[in-house]
Structure formats: C-alpha cells, structure tokens
C-alpha cells in the first residue's frame, strides 16, 4: 500500500473540501451570502490542493499532473481576483498572469516533445495529445489575459464570465482527478467501465455553456419575451 505523507494527506483534505464548497458555490444562488461563503473556502482549499498536488506530481515525477496544478492554481487565483476588482479596472495582478499562462503554454509544448522518450512519461501513458490540451486551455486563458489587461478591464458580463469559467473549469479538473486517480482505484471496474463516472464531468461543463449563453443572451431573450407579452396584450 501507498504511505501516505502529511503531503498527500493535505492535498486528499482540501480537495475534497474544495469539491464540497465548489458544488455548494454552483447551486445556490449567486451573489448570495453562502454563495460568497463556499467560493471563499474553495479558492482557498483549491489552492492549497493544487500546490499539494504539483509538488507530490514533481517529486514522483509526473509532470502533466503537475502542469494541472499549477494552471488549477493560475485559474483560481486569477478568477478570485477578477471580482475583487472593480468592474472596467485592472489590477496590479493582472500583469503577471499573461506571462503565468504563456510560461505553462511553452512548458507544454516542450513536455510534449519528450513525451515519446521520457520513462516517466511512458511509465504513466502520457502521450504528446495530454499536453496539447493543455496547450489549448492556455492559449484561451492567455488570451483572455492580454484582453484584460490591453482593454484595462472588463465590463461587468465578460468580468463575470471570467470568474465564472476559470473557477468552474478548475473544478472540473479536480473533480476529475478525485475520480481518475482516487475513485476508479477503489469502486468495482464495472462501475469505473460504465462511464457513470464521466458524468459530473459533463455536467460542470454543461454549467459553463448555460452560464455562457446567460451572459450572452438572458437580456435578449428576456427582452423578447417582453416585447411578446407587449404585444400581446394590444
């Protein structure tokens, strides 16, 4: 059996501390006093989580694992942040995480070219392709960076989005490492074969597409069905 190090013991706590409060954080209601309540204990036990989990992945080595912490980490802190900022403003902060995406980008890219020839990277079945999603995350994340910062802000929506996916996604990476690397070792292998398990996954990502056509399109449906009810009753 694995011994588990005070190490593994903090990263196993507060993340499953920090899947509780993310659930908690999705389905009431937003803005909300418990609302505010989980997402706090959720950035603060992702992060913990996160930095456990890089420096376990690095001294094994496991390098894509320890790539997700660090970009789990980059993507709370940088979600955390964007509403402790005024609406239309640019932190100090803001600054730093175009470079923090870039750097995880370029470490991708180049952990994808030794993929093929690295022992550890065969040991654990990492191909070149684990990297490139990440590489693509990224890419998007660094994006969205340089657009706050080129902009210097936000507007209230794409402020909110920012929040919103950046601190769901890390949820769904970690809920994916509780089920992939925790999980599938203990339940039956028909259970883990079913695909049951791909399941809160899917509905994460689901919850960012609602949220993102909420943002994108709630004015104009509510809007629409205003002007029907108007119209209606002429």
Known sequence: MEQITMTMLVHIITGTIAIVAGVIAIAVAKGKSLHAFAGTWFVYTMLFMAVSGTLIALFQPMIITAIAGMFTAYLVLSAWLTVKAAPSTRGKFDYAFPLCSLLIILACLYFSGQAGTSQAEIKHNISAYDYYFFVLLSGLSFLGDVRL??????????????????????????????????????????????????????????????????LSFGSKIRQWRANRAAQSSL
């Open 149 to 214: 910062v080129y902009s210097g802000g936000l507007n209230p929506k794409p402020r909110l989005f920012r929040h919103l996916w950046r601190m769901t996604f890390a949820l769904f990476i970690s809920v994916g490492s509780f089920l992939s690397q925790g999980a599938a070792k203990v339940l039956p292998q028909s259970l883990v074969d079913s695909g049951v398990l791909a399941l809160p996954e899917l509905f994460i990502l689901l919850v960012i597409v609602y949220w993102g056509s909420k």
